[in-house]
């Protein structure tokens, strides 16, 4: 962009109107108003701007958006210095014979090109801009890496922030890199969120939320736990992992705090006592990619949300975002996003694998594209079931060798027919052990 609009939008990201409505995540930066209230600004909406414009200054003749890019690839290959191939990248133009002929253009060549056609102050306007105007500044970054990654799990984020409002707990379950973590970190709420990693060593991780809660005083955390020691029996009793819980629900109110755990697909069966014990006084979100049934009985009145893959849209637009700073050195985005796309069956962590993988490149060429793969984002399919009804189905061979009198045919068919026979016992071995 220009420096003239970049002092714009950094007017805007500076005004109380977008820090007054920045914590909202449907607040709208490039937004219409109609009235008092604030929309989204759309196609249409633009589109009918400047039709109404067209109308008010005739001189103006049909405008039309697209006016627009005409005026800036007019003035762009007009500016001394500014070759047709500079504007052919900036405005992204393609040609049959593009991959014979393509010339790749560094990105400084471009910043230059935008600079061009920048509007230059006048002798006294640089001399009234050095004395008034204001100090060049950096726009502040509002999307940081944690919140990227939140693309297309908007509606599960509002939907365990509505639930831990209300004190109902939450099992997050979904395959690797679907963002379990990432939603768990960015869940705010007006409760206090204790974040424990796993419930493995359950005693060492009761011990860092006691220490949490009392503001790392040992002396006051040693008290509460022991109190007057006594006997032996007693000191023993206090170091139990019952006593932790005991403590915790001692010095917090019911619902108080959020316990978020980000992994209970280990959680040892002492860990498993102490969600049910802690599950009725504290809200729990849990995060997990399978849970075996054996161990969620803590579970029977948590809300069970699954995370699965994002959705073509969604993983167009969180490519478009991680490869923003190589867009410039990628040859054919569109086959460079579908491609990603395919390889990563839309899984947000392979898609940013991906890319961190073509960011090694120095330029991402069509054959570079289609030569990097990313094989652990293809999606699997069980066959096992599959398998068994095929097979033990050809115990009809047996029946069709005694009716042909061939004894081969009756041979191989009740090797199947025994194999049918023992098929419930293989089926009970396989079916599904985790929710």
Same mark, same amino acid.
């Given at each position: 962009?220009?420096?003239?609009?970049?002092?714009?939008?950094?007017?805007?990201?500076?005004?109380?109107?977008?820090?007054?409505? +920045?914590?909202?995540?449907?607040?709208?930066?490039?937004?219409?108003?109609?009235?008092?209230?604030?929309?989204?600004?759309?196609?249409?909406? %633009?589109? *009918?701007?400047?039709?109404?414009?067209?109308?008010?200054?005739?001189?103006?003749?049909?405008?039309?958006?697209?006016?627009?890019?005409?005026?800036?690839?007019?003035?762009?290959?007009?500016?001394?210095?500014?070759? %047709? !191939?500079?504007?052919? &990248?900036? !405005?992204?133009?393609?040609?049959?014979?593009?991959?014979?002929?393509?010339?790749?253009?560094?990105? &400084?060549?471009?910043?230059?090109?935008?600079?061009?056609?920048?509007?230059?102050?006048?002798?006294?306007?640089?001399?009234?801009?050095?004395?008034?105007?204001?100090?060049?500044?950096?726009?502040?970054?509002?999307?940081?890496?944690?919140?990227?990654?939140?693309?297309?799990?908007?509606?599960?984020?509002?939907?365990?922030? &509505?639930?831990? &409002?209300?004190?109902?707990?939450?099992?997050?379950? #979904?395959?690797? $890199?679907?963002?379990?973590?990432?939603?768990?970190?960015?869940?705010?709420?007006?409760?206090?969120?204790?974040?424990?990693?796993?419930?493995?060593? +359950?005693?060492?991780? !009761?011990?860092?939320?006691?220490?949490?809660?009392?503001?790392?005083?040992?002396?006051?955390?040693?008290?509460?736990?022991?109190?007057?020691?006594?006997?032996?029996?007693?000191?023993?009793?206090?170091?139990? %992992?019952?006593?932790?819980?005991?403590?915790?629900?001692?010095?917090?109110?019911?619902?108080?705090?959020?316990?978020?755990?980000?992994?209970?697909?280990?959680?040892?069966?002492?860990?498993?006592?102490?969600?049910?014990?802690?599950?009725?006084?504290?809200?729990?979100? =849990?995060? $997990?990619?399978?849970?075996?049934?054996?161990?969620?009985?803590? =579970?029977?009145?948590?809300?069970?949300?699954?995370?699965?893959?994002?959705?073509?849209?969604?993983?167009? !637009?969180?490519?478009?975002?991680?490869?923003?700073?190589?867009?410039?050195?990628?040859?054919?985005?569109?086959?460079?996003?579908?491609?990603?796309?395919?390889?990563? @069956?839309?899984?947000?962590?392979?898609?940013?694998?991906?890319? @961190?993988?073509?960011? *090694?490149?120095?330029?991402?060429?069509?054959? %570079?594209?289609?030569?990097?793969?990313?094989? *652990? #984002?293809?999606?699997?399919?069980?066959?096992?079931? +599959?398998?068994?009804?095929?097979?033990?189905?050809?115990?009809?061979?047996?029946?069709? $060798?005694?009716?042909? $009198?061939?004894?081969?045919?009756?041979?191989?068919? =009740?090797?199947?027919?025994?194999? *049918?026979?023992? =098929?419930?016992?293989?089926?009970?071995?396989?079916?599904?052990?985790?929710?």
């Amino acid at each position: 962009m220009t420096e003239r609009l970049y002092n714009h939008v950094l007017e805007f990201f500076q005004s109380d109107e977008f820090l007054g409505n +920045v914590k909202d995540p449907d607040f709208p930066i490039f937004a219409t108003k109609y009235g008092k209230a604030t929309q989204v600004m759309t196609r249409q909406n %633009v589109w *009918a701007f400047y039709k109404n414009l067209s109308k008010k200054r005739a001189v103006l003749g049909d405008l039309h958006p697209h006016t627009l890019r005409h005026t800036f690839a007019t003035r762009l290959v007009n500016k001394k210095g500014v070759t %047709v !191939l500079h504007a052919k &990248e900036l !405005l992204g133009h393609r040609s049959i014979s593009s991959t014979e002929v393509y010339s790749h253009v560094p990105k &400084e060549l471009l910043e230059k090109a935008i600079e061009k056609i920048d509007q230059k102050h006048t002798f006294w306007g640089r001399v009234g801009a050095w004395l008034f105007g204001k100090k060049s500044q950096k726009i502040p970054v509002l999307i940081t890496e944690k919140t990227a990654f939140l693309v297309g799990r908007t509606e599960e984020l509002r939907k365990v922030s &509505e639930l831990v &409002e209300k004190n109902v707990n939450c099992l997050i379950l #979904g395959t690797q $890199g679907v963002g379990k973590t990432l939603l768990m970190d960015n869940l705010t709420s007006t409760k206090t969120i204790l974040k424990i990693d796993d419930l493995k060593a +359950v005693k060492q991780s !009761l011990h860092g939320v006691l220490m949490f809660l009392l503001n790392h005083d040992k002396k006051e955390v040693a008290r509460i736990l022991f109190g007057d020691m006594g006997s032996a029996e007693k000191i023993v009793s206090r170091y139990s %992992v019952k006593n932790y819980c005991d403590t915790l629900k001692k010095i917090t109110k019911p619902h108080e705090c959020i316990i978020a755990i980000d992994n209970v697909s280990n959680v040892s069966t002492q860990g498993v006592e102490v969600l049910e014990f802690l599950r009725s006084h504290f809200v729990i979100v =849990a995060g $997990g990619r399978k849970l075996p049934l054996n161990k969620a009985t803590f =579970a029977t009145n948590f809300e069970m949300i699954d995370l699965g893959n994002l959705n073509r849209r969604d993983s167009l !637009l969180l490519i478009e975002r991680l490869s923003l700073d190589v867009k410039n050195e990628i040859e054919d985005y569109e086959l460079f996003s579908n491609h990603i796309i395919e390889q990563t @069956n839309g899984n947000p962590q392979f898609i940013y694998e991906l890319i @961190n993988r073509y960011r *090694a490149e120095k330029y991402i060429s069509v054959d %570079v594209i289609r030569n990097i793969r990313h094989t *652990a #984002g293809l999606p699997q399919f069980d066959m096992t079931i +599959v398998v068994i009804i095929g097979l033990a189905s050809l115990m009809i061979l047996r029946y069709y $060798g005694r009716a042909v $009198g061939d004894t081969g045919y009756q041979i191989i068919g =009740a090797v199947f027919l025994v194999f *049918a026979l023992i =098929a419930r016992q293989v089926y009970v071995y396989t079916k599904r052990k985790f929710l």
